[in-house]
């Protein structure tokens, strides 16, 4: 069994309300072998159509969320007072955005179809953890472990041994486990069942971008996201406190194959750890301050993707980072941490170009005034006025896990259910807690 995940926790607010009745799910897809910067997307917007790749952006993208955000290029507001972009940055396709009001601060070619990477896997978690109890135990069978590409990242699971549900999201979170991504799956009915679920749970979030294939995010013709996409199943997962935990996790030990010693069955562990460079540092790559999860990503044909979230002064952001062209080690991440920067700088003085819509069918009050009904967005959002709550900090240690624990704890009501059925995306709700824990 997996040790407790090691957190402690500070607050974070980050939006919170949903119906209690809304299945909100994303998948998250896996790591490959090492990435060339390549191909991308189509021009079509819709997410059931093929996806031929192309060198250059299309020029009409998808206006979800505001019509600027379909616009090729970099969208940005640069008024008197705003900082500058970093100019450095050399990803396809990248977004920042306010997670409590939904604001889009700034994009690049937001809404341009590109394969996704692991950074699928948020879709996949969204859409899947809810349905079976962290304590659930499952044998696995060599029929769980078919059909991986070859190539796949794995935790490794091992064929004959039992993991908890609790064991297998650790694996899919920080290992980026194809292997455990397909025991997941096939405990949910199997691959094209959990494919049609992410699908359908990609058009309920209004991630119009986005056509799955395979639930991990291995290569597959036709399997894209977008920067924008992304960000919306990392939010929706967001909402979810074994998701936070999760993606949180820098480090924990996972249980490993059974042996005989003395004529007894004996079960090892082994150490796992987070491969979010932003979360669990590397040698040329500080600890984000403040960061939070959620899911990185690299493939041959999309490259290094990757989204996070982090809180600084009581703001919460998300960024999103596809593909950068630069091609230096773990780039991907030293791109997003400079987007993250400005994006700390310029909010609350930057006019947002579009925002983050609420799932579909769901009333919402707009980050924008005067979007329309299909997340058309325009006008001014600078005013974010607050809903009264309180965070809580706790803090939980076990020694056999170990690094920089960083999440978002939960002080229960993640799902605010609201007398009018309102997702509001332009109020704060109290989402509690920022988590961490560096050992000396």
């Known amino acids: 069994m997996p040790a407790p995940l090691q957190t402690i926790r500070r607050p974070l ?29 189509t021009p079509s917007s819709s997410a059931s159509s093929s996806a031929t790749p192309t060198a250059t952006p299309p020029a009409n993208m998808s206006s979800v969320g505001g019509t600027r955000l379909g616009r090729a290029g970099t969208q940005v507001n640069l008024t008197s007072g705003v900082p500058v972009l970093p100019k450095d940055v050399t990803a396809r396709s ?49 029929s769980d472990l078919a059909g991986m590409g070859a190539g796949s990242s794995v935790v490794p699971i091992k064929e004959g041994e039992s ?30 069942k959990t494919v049609s679920d992410m699908n359908a ?48 996790t820098v480090s924990t030990k996972f249980p490993g194959e059974t042996t005989k010693k003395k004529g007894k069955s004996v079960r090892g562990t082994f150490e796992i750890r987070n491969t979010n460079r932003l979360l669990s540092g590397d040698s040329d790559v500080s600890v984000y301050p403040g960061i939070a999860g959620v899911k990185n990503g690299n493939t041959t044909n999309a490259g290094a993707t990757f989204t996070g979230v982090a809180e600084r002064d009581g703001k919460v952001l998300l960024v999103t980072v596809m593909n950068p062209e630069k091609s230096e080690h773990n780039e991907v991440y030293k791109e997003a941490a400079k987007i993250l920067d400005w994006g700390f700088q310029a909010d609350g003085k930057v006019q947002p ?5 609420a799932p579909k069918n769901v009333p919402q009050a707009s980050a924008q005034p005067g979007a329309t009904a299909t997340g058309e967005a325009g006008g001014d959002t600078s005013t974010k006025p607050s809903a009264s709550g309180s965070a809580s900090a706790t803090a939980s240690e076990d020694d056999r896990s170990s690094g920089v624990g960083i999440a978002l704890a939960v002080t229960g009501g993640l799902l605010v259910l609201l007398a009018a059925g309102v997702f509001l995306v332009n109020r704060r709700w109290p989402l509690p807690d920022l988590v961490r824990r560096r050992r000396p």
């Open 13 to 41: 607010l980050v939006l919170s309300a949903a119906l209690s009745s809304l299945a909100l799910t994303a998948p998250v897809a896996l790591a490959a072998p090492s990435p060339t910067p390549t191909p991308t997307a």
């Open 353 to 357: 170009v579009g925002e983050l819509v």
């Open 163 to 192: 993991y908890t549900v609790h064991d297998l999201w650790l694996g899919v979170f920080l290992r980026s486990g194809n292997d455990a991504v397909h025991v997941l799956s096939h405990m949910n009915g199997g691959v094209a």
């Open 94 to 142: 990248w977004i920042v955005s306010d997670a409590e009001s939904g604001a889009v601060l700034a994009a690049h070619n937001a809404h341009w179809r590109l394969p996704p990477a692991s950074t699928l896997k948020m879709l996949f978690a969204d859409t899947v953890l809810p349905k079976f109890p962290k304590t659930t135990e499952h044998k696995v069978v060599a």
């Open 201 to 248: 749970h990609a058009q309920d979030l209004q991630a119009l971008d986005t056509r799955v294939v395979t639930p991990d995010g291995y290569d597959e013709p036709g399997q894209v996201s977008s920067a924008y996409d992304l960000t919306l199943f990392a939010r929706s997962g967001l909402q979810k406190k074994d998701f936070r935990e999760y993606c949180s």
